[in-house]
């Protein structure tokens, strides 16, 4: 391990730095904003660290790490989304009546393994990245547990994906197991024509029922249908900056890893898998929509609308397999990153208008929101927009790109699908968004109760910035993702 | 001077927008001044134009103001074409259009929306004469839909009452049908011939088609069905009789003396189209022929004065196409002409009557007013008289070469001519049963009633009156536009014949003197039996015509309408949102909460998909 | 650069009008009308342009390389006419909307000017992508405005306004991606660029299946049965304004597409479809005047005889001769105005008795009869008399279509009966009658005022003109409907010939 | 010596994950159900040395290793959080936590 590993490593240690840091600043003396600060800090340095380093940094650190633009590219992805939801959060803990400074620690060392995961090419560095996300967000999912006022779901939510996740972590392991079976090596590889004569019995079945178990406990993670029912709880018992890191970084993690090892395993070689894939695609579209249709706890939605995104992105992921180009691999970091955005800027604005004791997750709390603070209205209306795949925002740059991996490998039954899902999901985000435009009601606007934070509002403001520009003009943006894309 | 000819519907346009724009605001004098006088300007400009033109007797004069619209092959103008033919009726519009007009300032002066009455005659003038003068199809359609809206609006008149605003829509809906017919017609003129200008479509015609050949047959097929429409002939006849509801000098300007003769005007314009469809131009000859005789029936059981007139004239206008259909486009023109005279006389007397008797219809109400109304009565008496035909008054003349080309045409000529004289025989009685009815007997009315004829009104009388008597002395120069298969010149028909001719009308109005007059024959025994009785109901009834179509296209369309207000489509997507949502609730049951399910769910997925991976 | 200018404008124009409202409510709407007056005089500047060239202006910038996606505007005749319609309209709109938007006029104004742009786009985009992007950004802002200030039952018809056209622009873009793919295997790189992808020969099934993502997503736009249910709906909420540029506008982008993509790009596809496009176009006419005839809410009478107007220009387009396409050129710009003003005097009708259900209403002639005569114009219009623009528009269209399908051309002539039969009713329903006021206040029922005269004027004296001189807008779109029709050569004398 | 064929020690992997699973479903005890996500991690790690012994690896004892270290962490968290609903609700049955749903 030599110092230039050690130097292409530095996002990821910068920000294990900063959890010790964290960790000790605590021990001395316990200050919220000092905590918030430093683990924001570390962040934020990590991504500008990973950003800098994305300019021709590409080597494989030990067998686990593979540290090259793209990886890069979703560190700084995942940093920032971090380094957003700490802020976010400082808010929201603010008037906790319990200890609020270990909610940074966990959230960072979340933080690590989604960095992690994102660079891991092997099954070691994956479970060792996945676990350790998985680990810091029971806690962060439970973490209100003692306060009075929301007591009573975070212990439920975080219960639930405590049990639920060991058993897609079992899932992914066995499954990983197999394959190491097959092909005596725990690095990513090519998984198709093992069936050497000096291996007797092995056939591609176990293969196929490995590739099944993995991805099933990955679709799991990424609450993909029919792996999806633990989604709404999950994101409704647990506190929003948590829920957002669930939904955005968790996700991105776990994507980027299927990403990479479907690409590499060659898994879709088999007619089987593809079918499955496709069978997970579109029920989970309709699943997430349909389920989406009539709910009104805002954070359900959301839960739900993201299994639909899931469901989209793994067209591309199944088109990558049919096409020649790197098209489809382009849709999948762009989808992923509009994503992060669209979904950091929904939940950032519920945060932004909710607090620990009381959580606006009723979209009547957001009735006339439009006329009583336009711009934070405005923002969430983009964000909601975005998610909907309207024009002018990135959100349909990201369906573009979806559509065009579609047409290029003419999966035409799974963009049909697409096609009804979201119109289906028009009629969710836009009834937030008529519920916006109503008349102030003067009963819903009392209750909110937030001590709104200068920070937070920048942080909307640039995500904001973020969907506009890069839907309007995402031509630089465009120009990384298909040098990097090449990466996989 | 002949370029001047677009001034012709100029002024009346003018007076149109002008009496528009301000709205009512002008006193009444002034109105009228515009009004009339717009009219009276272009019937000047018309007649020195018609002497000009006779006098250097050129064929025919065109002036283009300007190119329409020119699209592709396509492009028709704002083109007037002057020759015999619209001669006539750009004359007869003005002229009776003049009289009228001074006619109805004396006559609407106590009615509140009078500059309304005026813009709206003028704009019927003015679309008029682009009719008549047109020299493009397009253009003639152009006129022609605009008198249709003319005509609804001033049926329609006295809005308050629901009952003229239905007879408006009536008339102008049933024309309409016939206008879409002819419009169809048009298109397939151009589709077949690639012009629309009549005169070269006409020539286009008989170079490429050959007699009796379909195309013909269908070109003149549908552009009857825009002159029966128009000229109230079966089978579109039915609104006529109900447009009555308008103020009486429209009826007897619109209904009477020109937008009803638009029809006649048309096949006679394209006369040669028909030649090159001999059956429908029998065709246009039997639709008179009955057309004349069923109206002829149902005038003789009317009891309102402005109906019976109605009637005469839908049965008038069917001597007119028994005229066209055999052959005799002069003479047909002649009775169109004549009969505009001593129409528009009886239908302005009628007005007098009207007025003078407060708003009374009803013939049987009135009698004996030939002291109080002596102008009416007068005008009444020679209308009548040229109605009926009698020898010397202008109507005889007309209607004579009518019947006497019938007679001479070979084939079913001896029956239409047998009808048109059976006809003539109902017009006597109809038309003296009025007169004796209205004006003789003991005076069944209420009230000593003063005759109100200023000037204004006795003026336009008088001169009808002379028209009406001498107006057949007048020879019409359309020879050289009817030049083939025209038989204006000497009949031979032997003087038998002339004598049937002559006595039929006669006898008609003897047998009217009989029943209404002497009291010799009563109605009361001609109408004990029931047979007798629902016949006249019939009859009286328009021969049920109304009834039918009421059955056969309107309840059908109210009904369709009725039964899909709310649109089937809309309801189809509403079907759709309902199942979407039922999917949603459906779905939402798998939501339980409880955790032991979620786990279960996972591991069925779990079997779902190894199973499909491995079974596939 | 100046169709930019022209679109920029708007975009900022919309932005300041939202702005103005902070320092005084009545500044939003005094600002939208300068900059869509100076958008109008900006727009006579293309006129300038030498008429021989089909494109008069065309402009073309680099946007997305990596998909060959170009930012690029063009105009030709057809283009100019319907960008001063939406001028023409922009202000018309603004008057309505004058005094009766009274609350929110800033975000209202906004909305307003953005639709208008968006608009813009949609009729110079020559790039399909930036085509489609235009075409959904200027349903945004109008969702706003019948979300916002619609009526009673707003929400509703919003929400079915954005499905219905999103749902059908998923289509269309599925087909532009397959079609720029096709592109992609013939020529070996991307392109949406109008002019690259008319190159490309598709044909078979697979140019139909592309060509009905458009034709659907146009038509549902048009609106023509079976897509047109979201219209009533869409009208008869919307507030006066919106239904505006609604009926006068946007309706009209779906004509501009079919004639500029739909047709062209497929040809032998839309000769095959001809048939059966015909056909909706007629059952649009026949089957909405007869649904129209049926409604009691004026507005959805007159949104309903809106969707049998625009089958005539279905049926034009799809007669793909020169007499039919002007005609639907004719008809799209009569029935902007004519359609426009019908809405406007419902509207106007609404806000001085607060009701659309013409039961309640009876003999206004005697009460309010300069409304009454103006609405009896635009009535008499609608019905096609001779004289007025839309009888131009339909007379040619169907003479066009006469040529090309005889059975269908002649079934639809029976929309001009029709036609009559619902206006004149709506006029004997209304205006005619004894004048009674049983179920409403007609405390504020008062004849037009001086400024709905002077934009009911306007749009009386543009109908005569296209009804007695259509020349001046026949001129202007012939030549680039010309090249249009020898684009597709082949398939103009295959209609001819069918 | 003759070795156990591989299939027989994935197959038996495969049972003792099964059984862990059956075990989550149907055990309505948090305690018992965290046993049984105890026996699921274990079985794979089973999987692993089986397949390490096909290879004569190390990896694979080393994955069994850290998959010990992780469900004791599993464990950990799993088991606060016990105390916690026990505190809460003075019950360890699974059921009631099912507060939310739809």
């Known amino acids: 391990m030599t110092f230039a590993d050690l130097l292409s490593l530095a996002p990821l240690l910068i920000v294990t730095a900063t959890a010790v840091v964290a960790m000790l600043l605590v021990g001395i003396l316990r200050n919220y904003a000092a905590t918030a600060m430093v683990s924001i800090a570390g962040l934020f340095i990590a991504t500008i660290a990973a950003a800098m380093m994305m300019e021709g940094t590409n080597q494989q650190i030990t067998p686990l790490l593979i540290i090259d633009q793209y990886s890069l590219f979703f560190t700084v992805v995942v940093c920032a989304a971090a380094m957003f939801i700490a802020i ?76 639920l996740s060991a058993v897609a972590s079992g899932l992914i392991l066995f499954g990983m197991a197999l394959i190491y079976a097959q092909t005596g090596t725990m690095a990513f590889t090519n998984v198709t024509n093992l069936v050497a004569p000096s291996t007797e019995g092995l056939s591609d079945n176990y293969t196929i029922i490995a590739l099944l178990l993995i991805s099933a406990g990955m679709a799991f993670k990424l609450s993909l249908a029919p792996f999806h029912i633990w989604t709404p709880d999950v994101y409704e018992g647990a506190p929003l900056p948590a829920t957002a890191f669930l939904a955005t970084i ?239 | 001077m002949l370029d001047l000819i677009w001034l012709l519907p100029t002024f009346p346009l003018l007076g149109f927008l002008s009496l528009v724009l301000t709205g009512g605001s002008l ?367 202008s109507g005889f003349f007309s209607k004579d070469e009518i019947l006497l080309a019938a007679l001479e045409m070979e084939g079913p000529g001896l029956i239409l001519w047998i009808g048109g004289v059976i006809g003539a025989f109902f017009t006597g009685i109809y038309s003296f049963r009025l007169v004796f009815v209205v004006f003789f007997g003991e005076s069944k009315a209420h009230h000593e009633d003063k005759e109100v004829a200023g000037f204004s009104m006795a003026g336009p009388l008088i001169l009808l009156m002379i028209l009406s008597v001498f107006g057949g002395l007048i020879t019409i120069p359309v020879q050289e536009v009817f030049n083939h298969g025209d038989v204006h010149e000497e009949h031979h028909v032997s003087a038998f014949m002339h004598g049937i001719m002559i006595a039929v009308p006669l006898l008609g109005i003897g047998v009217s003197y009989l029943f209404y007059m002497s009291r010799a024959l009563s109605i009361e025994n001609l109408m004990a039996s029931s047979m007798a009785k629902s016949l006249h109901k019939f009859w009286f009834s328009g021969w049920g015509m109304d009834r039918l179509y009421q059955i056969l296209f309107v309840n059908p369309f109210l009904f369709l309408a009725r039964v899909n207000r709310a649109d089937l489509v809309d309801r189809f997507y509403e079907l759709l949102v309902q199942l979407t949502r039922i999917a949603h609730k459906m779905v939402a049951q798998t939501q339980t909460g409880q955790l032991r399910w979620y786990a279960l769910s996972i591991a069925a997925g779990l079997i779902v998909i190894v199973s499909l991976g491995v079974l596939l | 650069m100046i169709l930019v200018i022209l679109i920029a404008v708007l975009f900022v124009g919309g932005l300041l009008a939202w702005a103005s409202e902070r320092i005084n409510p009545e500044y939003p709407r005094i600002i939208s009308l300068l900059i869509v007056l100076l958008d109008i005089v900006l727009m006579f500047s293309l006129l300038g342009g030498d008429s021989s060239a089909t494109w008069l202006v065309d402009l073309q910038t680099d946007w997305l390389p990596r998909f060959g996606i170009s930012f690029h505007l063009a105009a030709d005749g057809l283009t100019v006419l319907l960008l001063l319609l939406t001028g023409f309209l922009g202000v018309i709109a603004i008057g309505s909307a004058w005094g009766e938007i009274t609350e929110r006029t800033g975000f209202f104004y906004f909305n307003l000017l953005w639709t208008l742009a968006g608009v813009l786009g949609v009729f110079t985009a020559l790039d399909l992508f930036l085509f489609f992007f235009f075409w959904e950004v200027m349903l945004i802002p109008m969702y706003f405005i019948i979300a916002i200030w619609g009526h009673e039952n707003k929400n509703y018809a919003a929400m079915k306004f954005f499905i219905f056209t999103q749902v059908t622009g998923m289509l269309m873009l599925v087909s532009i991606l397959m079609l720029a793919y096709s592109h992609y295997g013939q020529f070996g790189v991307f392109s949406f660029d109008y002019f690259d992808l008319l190159k490309v020969n598709t044909s078979g099934p697979l140019e139909m299946v592309i060509m009905l993502g ?170 096609g008399m001779p004289g007025l623009g839309n009888f131009i528009g339909e007379f040619l269209v169907l003479l066009g279509a006469f040529k090309a399908n005889i059975t269908i051309t002649v079934i639809s002539s029976f929309g001009l009966i029709f036609a009559s039969v619902y206006s004149l009713w709506v006029i004997q329903k209304v205006f005619h009658g004894e004048y009674r006021n049983i179920d409403f206040d007609d405390s504020h029922l008062y004849d037009l005022n001086r400024r709905e005269l002077i934009y009911f004027g306007l749009m009386m004296v543009g109908l005569i003109w296209m009804g007695m001189y259509p020349q001046s807008f026949l001129d202007l779109s012939q030549g680039a409907l010309e090249g249009i029709l020898a684009s597709s050569q082949i398939v103009a004398t295959a209609a001819v010939t069918k | 010596m003759q070795s156990i064929p591989i299939e027989h020690g994935l197959i038996l992997a495969g049972i003792l994950f099964s059984l862990g699973l059956i075990g989550v479903l149907t055990r309505r005890n948090v305690v018992f159900v965290l046993m049984s996500l105890e026996i699921m991690l274990n079985a794979s790690g089973l999987a692993f040395i089986v397949a390490a012994s096909r290879w004569g690896h190390a990896e694979g004892q080393i994955m069994f290793l850290m998959i010990l270290t992780l469900a004791a962490a599993e464990v950990a968290v799993g088991l606060g959080l016990i105390i916690q609903m026990y505190r809460r609700f003075n019950t360890v049955d699974i059921n009631v936590l099912s507060k939310m749903k739809g």
């Open chain 2, 27 to 393: 006193p009444k004098k002034i109105v009228a001044v515009i009004g009339a006088g717009s009219i009276g300007l272009s019937f000047l400009v018309a007649a020195i134009i018609a002497a000009q033109f006779l006098a250097n007797g050129e064929a025919h004069f065109i002036k283009e103001v300007w190119v329409w619209m020119s699209v592709g092959s396509f492009s028709p103008g704002f083109t007037f074409y002057l020759d015999g033919l619209s001669l006539v009726m750009m004359l007869v519009i003005t002229g009776i259009g003049f009289l009228i007009h001074l006619y109805s300032a004396g006559f609407m002066l106590d009615d509140p929306s009078y500059s309304r009455f005026f813009s709206y005659m003028n704009l019927f003038v003015a679309s008029m004469l682009m009719l008549v003068l047109a020299d493009n199809l397009v253009l003639l359609y152009l006129g022609w839909e605009g008198v249709g809206l003319c005509s609804y609006l001033l049926i329609g008149f006295w809005y308050e009452n629901p009952a003229n605003g239905y007879a408006a829509r009536k008339a102008f809906v049933t024309t309409r049908v016939g206008d879409t017919s002819m419009a169809v017609g048009l298109f397939l003129l151009f589709a077949q011939l690639g012009t629309l200008n009549i005169q070269d479509m006409l020539h286009a015609a008989e170079a490429q088609w050959a007699i009796g050949s379909g195309l013909a047959v269908a070109a003149s097929l549908l552009l009857l069905g825009g002159a029966v429409g128009k000229s109230a002939q079966l089978p579109l006849q039915t609104w006529l009789p109900d447009a009555m509801a308008g103020p009486t000098p429209i009826s007897a300007l619109i209904h009477a003396a020109t937008m009803v003769t638009a029809g006649v005007y048309l096949i006679a314009r394209t006369h040669v189209l028909f030649e090159l469809a001999p059956n429908v131009q029998l065709l246009v000859a039997w639709i008179g022929l009955v057309t004349l005789l069923m109206a002829g029936f149902t005038a003789m059981t009317q009891h309102d004065i402005k109906r019976i007139l109605a009637y005469s004239t839908v049965s008038q206008i069917g001597y007119m196409f028994l005229g066209l259909g055999v052959g005799a486009y002069s003479a047909s023109i002649f009775h169109l002409m004549t009969h505009a005279f001593f129409k528009a006389l009886l239908f302005l007397a009628a007005g007098t009557v009207i007025l003078s008797l407060h708003h009374e219809h009803d013939i049987f109400r009135m009698g004996g007013k030939r002291k109080q109304l002596p102008v009416a009565f007068a005008s009444f008496l020679i209308g009548s008289l040229a109605l009926a035909a009698f020898p010397g008054t």
């Open chain 3, 214 to 383: 458009f034709f659907i997503a146009f038509t549902t736009k048009l609106p023509s049965f079976p897509f047109h249910s979201w219209l009533p709906d869409a009208h008869s909420q919307a507030p006066t304004a919106g239904s505006v540029i609604l009926a006068g506008v946007l309706l009209k982008t779906g004509a501009y597409g079919l004639i500029r993509f739909a047709v062209p790009l497929f040809p032998e596809a839309s000769m095959q479809f001809a048939p059966i496009a015909m056909t909706l176009g007629a059952i649009s006419i026949l089957y909405c005047a007869k649904v129209a005839f049926a409604q009691t809410d004026i507005k959805r009478l007159i949104a309903y005889t809106s969707v049998s107007h625009m089958g005539f220009v279905l049926l034009g387009i799809y007669a793909w001769n020169e007499e039919a396409l002007q005609g639907a050129v004719m008809t799209m710009l009569a029935h902007g105005l004519s359609a426009a003003a019908l809405f406007m005097l419902a509207g106007g009708l609404q806000h001085r008795i607060h009701t659309r259900d013409m039961s309640n209403m009876s003999g206004f002639w005697a009460k309010v009869p300069k409304m009454s005569a103006v609405a009896l114009f635009f009535s008499v219009a609608a019905l």
């Open chain 1, 250 to 488: 968790g996700k991105t993690g776990m994507f980027v890893v299927l990403l990479r090892y479907v690409e590499i395993s060659n898994a879709l070689e088999f007619s089987s898998v593809v079918t499955v894939f496709s069978f997970i695609a579109i029920l989970s579209i309709l699943a997430g929509n349909l389920l989406a249709l009539l709910q009104d706890n805002l954070k359900r939605i959301l839960a739900y609308s993201s299994v639909a995104h899931m469901g989209y992105l793994l067209i591309a992921i199944i088109a990558s397999y049919f096409a020649v180009g790197t098209i489809s691999i382009e849709a999948v970091t762009f989808y992923l990153l509009a994503y992060v955005i669209m979904s950091l800027g929904a939940f950032g604005v519920a945060s932004v208008a909710s607090s620990s004791e009381n959580e606006l997750d009723s979209i009547n709390d957001y009735q006339g929101l439009f006329w009583r603070n336009p711009w934070i209205a405005a923002v969430f209306t983009g964000m909601l927009l975005s998610l909907a795949g309207i024009p002018l925002t990135v959100g349909f740059i990201g369906k573009f790109y979806i559509f065009l991996a579609g047409v290029e490998s003419s999966l035409f039954a799974l963009l049909i699908v697409l096609v009804l899902g979201s119109g289906i999901g028009l009629y969710y985000y836009l009834r937030i968004v008529y519920r916006m435009l109503l008349p102030v009601d003067d009963a819903v606007s009392a209750s909110n109760t937030s001590t709104h934070i200068f920070g937070s509002y920048v942080v909307l403001a640039i995500l904001f910035l973020l969907l506009i520009v890069l839907g309007v003009y995402p031509a630089p943006i465009m120009a990384i993702i298909e040098t990097i894309s090449a990466f996989i």
């Open chain 1, 88 to 163: 976010f959060s400082y808010s929201y803990f603010l008037n906790l009546d319990d200890d609020r400074e270990e909610f940074y620690l966990l959230l960072v060392v979340a933080t690590i393994g989604a960095i992690v995961m994102v660079s891991s090419n092997h099954f070691v560095s994956t479970i060792l990245g996945l676990e350790t996300l998985s680990m810091a967000l029971y806690g962060m999912v439970a973490y209100p547990l003692h306060s009075k006022e929301s007591a009573k779901y975070p212990l439920e939510a975080s219960v639930k994906y405590l049990v």
